[in-house]
């Protein structure tokens, strides 16, 4: 008896009796982190958002997680930056199918913030909560309309780490969030959580001191919610994304805060 491939692979698929031959969440292998490399997804529209889609390509990889989709949110430096076009793929190769919206619609920072007639605060006052918010609301809908997607959990980098934390709040849709050295956070965004956190600090972060690293977890604690803090040492505001991977602690540090962003969606998803 001779079987193709798509039969085969509709029997791992739909059949119940083939799910426990299936992997389960097992520890993700560093591996799947891409430091460099062309990204692999492809830009599309979701309601006049340009948003980057990328998604699993190894259906045994992709089983275990196949119910959950994972909103990307960037930091200022948006979509357009290829670390973080490679780190959602990163998130893709895990299995989760991952949405990244352009949280500044074309209008990202550069690198460079040092530009002579850059202005933060006028940057500030354009994307504000209420514009962030609409946005990526379109991506958390778009995202619960997906087939066999049941749970939607957001991965959000310093400018996104913020809205993590708001998008955890009663009626979001968001089932679980990781936030990375985080910025802007404000105390009612982390009192308002309805659901499970984790966080990862870095060591150097003058947008995040210790002192402010204390209070926040003081906050989470009076949560009562589900809650995870790491601490990276050598390392620096913007090192989940944007480490310099030339040096070794500096690599651990991001690709262990993005094996601690899985863990987490593991557990509580």
């Known amino acids: 008896m001779r079987f193709s491939l798509a039969a085969l692979a509709s029997v791992l698929l739909f059949s119940s ?12 292998n560093p591996d799947v982190i891409a430091h460099t490399g062309n990204p692999q997804g492809s830009l599309q529209t979701i309601q ?3 948003t ?3 998604r699993p390509r190894n259906l045994l990889t992709a ?3 196949r119910n959950t989709a994972i909103i990307y949110l960037t930091d200022v430096f948006g979509i357009e930056l290829p670390q973080n076009k490679l ?4 998130f893709a190769r895990a299995g989760y199918l991952t949405i990244a919206p352009d949280m500044f619609q074309g209008e990202a920072l550069s690198t460079d913030i040092d530009l002579p007639n850059f202005n933060m605060g006028a940057f500030l006052a354009k994307h504000t909560t209420a514009v962030q918010d609409p946005i990526i609301a379109k991506a958390v809908a778009w995202a619960q309309a997906q087939p066999n997607i049941s749970k939607v959990a957001i991965a959000g980098y310093c400018w996104g780490g913020k809205y993590a934390f708001r998008f955890l709040a009663a009626g979001k849709g968001v089932d679980a969030a990781f936030s990375a050295h985080p910025s802007l956070l404000l105390d009612s965004e982390v009192t308002a959580i309805t659901k499970p956190v984790s966080v990862a600090y870095a060591e150097a972060d003058d947008l ?3 002192a402010r690293r204390g209070e926040l977890e003081g906050l989470l604690l009076g949560t009562g919610k589900a809650y995870q803090t790491t601490l990276y040492s050598g390392t620096h505001h913007g090192f989940a994304v944007r480490a310099d991977i030339s040096d070794d602690e500096q690599r651990f540090g991001k690709e262990e805060a993005f094996l601690q962003a899985v863990r987490w969606f593991d557990f509580h998803l």
């Open 208 to 210: 995040l001191l210790p």
């Open 48 to 50: 006049n958002v340009t």
């Open 87 to 90: 780190l959602a793929d990163s």
């Open 63 to 65: 089983w275990p997680r």
């Open 52 to 54: 980057y889609i990328t």
């Open 17 to 28: 009796e083939a799910t426990c031959l299936l992997p389960r969440k097992n520890p993700t």
